[in-house]
């Protein structure tokens, strides 16, 4: 056993002073784990950089999980805790974090694995949100070939809310959108700022959708002052049904 895991697990490599990495005004983009950037540009610093951080997105442990897909889960916990100083209050918070990665309670069922969520209940593998799990009957670490990163789901979710709003809504310009509302009607809606002692819908007002306005809109802050139903002249010019 490496008398260094702790380090592996818990601190990103040195960095030098040398390069333009942390020069002040210098861009640094940084990365979530599928290789999108979270950020663009890191405030001015006024402080000497130092050259070792603490990876507060935990990434190093999961770097580790994925080395140790195949064994016996219970090994590999072992070996984490007797590495992980119970004094020390970061590597400890570390090992807090295991079941963010792994889900350890698990069973099998008729139709799959499922794994015991950390707030109770259960879910299917393909729904649980952990990238790791130890499978029921053998006790060996897995990896989840369900597991979709939590940035993923959400670009993925965005795509869907798009595509469903694209179904039901065109942009004209920043006042006005054409919607096929609740009647299945297209109509085409005037919008205007909301705030207070103006924020009725004309829209929400008439029935004529059970969507929030920020749903219904694709934005906040405005509602709708005006509606009216399209023509079939104007419908087939704009390609609509």
């Known amino acids: 056993m490496r008398k260094d895991m702790s380090k592996v697990i818990v601190e990103r490599p040195r960095r ?24 663009a540009r890191e405030p001015r610093r006024t402080r ?13 442990l999961r770097r580790y999980l994925g080395k140790q897909i195949g064994r016996p ?14 004094t020390s209050t970061v590597q400890q918070h570390v090992r807090d974090h295991l079941k963010d990665f792994v889900a350890v309670e698990t069973r099998m069922r008729a139709d799959g694995i499922v794994a015991s969520h950390v707030w109770g209940g259960e879910r299917a593998l393909q729904d649980d949100y ?20 939590w940035t993923k789901r959400l670009r993925e979710r ?28 297209w109509w085409e809606v005037k919008l205007a700022r909301s705030g207070p002692g103006n924020d ?40 609509l049904s």
Not at 209 to 221: H, K, M, V
């Open 130 to 149: 952990r990238p790791f799990y130890v499978h029921p009957r053998t006790g060996l670490l897995r990896a989840n070939p369900h597991y979709r990163s």
């Open 158 to 185: 965005r795509k869907a809310e798009a595509e469903a709003r694209a179904q039901r809504m065109r942009e004209i310009d920043a006042r006005t959108q054409l919607h096929k509302l609740k009647d299945e009607v």
């Open 200 to 239: 009725e819908d004309a829209v929400l007002a008439a029935g004529l959708s059970e969507l929030s306005a920020d749903e219904l809109y694709g934005r906040s802050g405005v509602r709708a002052v005006g509606k009216r139903v399209l023509s079939k002249s104007e419908k087939k010019k704009l390609g």
């Open 16 to 39: 030098g002073h040398s390069g333009g990495w942390d020069k002040p005004g210098r861009t640094r983009v940084l990365l979530d784990e599928d290789g999108e950037p979270l950020r």
């Open 73 to 86: 889960w219970n090994k590999v916990y072992s070996e984490i805790s007797e590495n992980l100083k119970p």
């Open 48 to 60: 000497p950089v130092r050259t070792k951080s603490l990876n507060e997105n935990l990434a190093p």
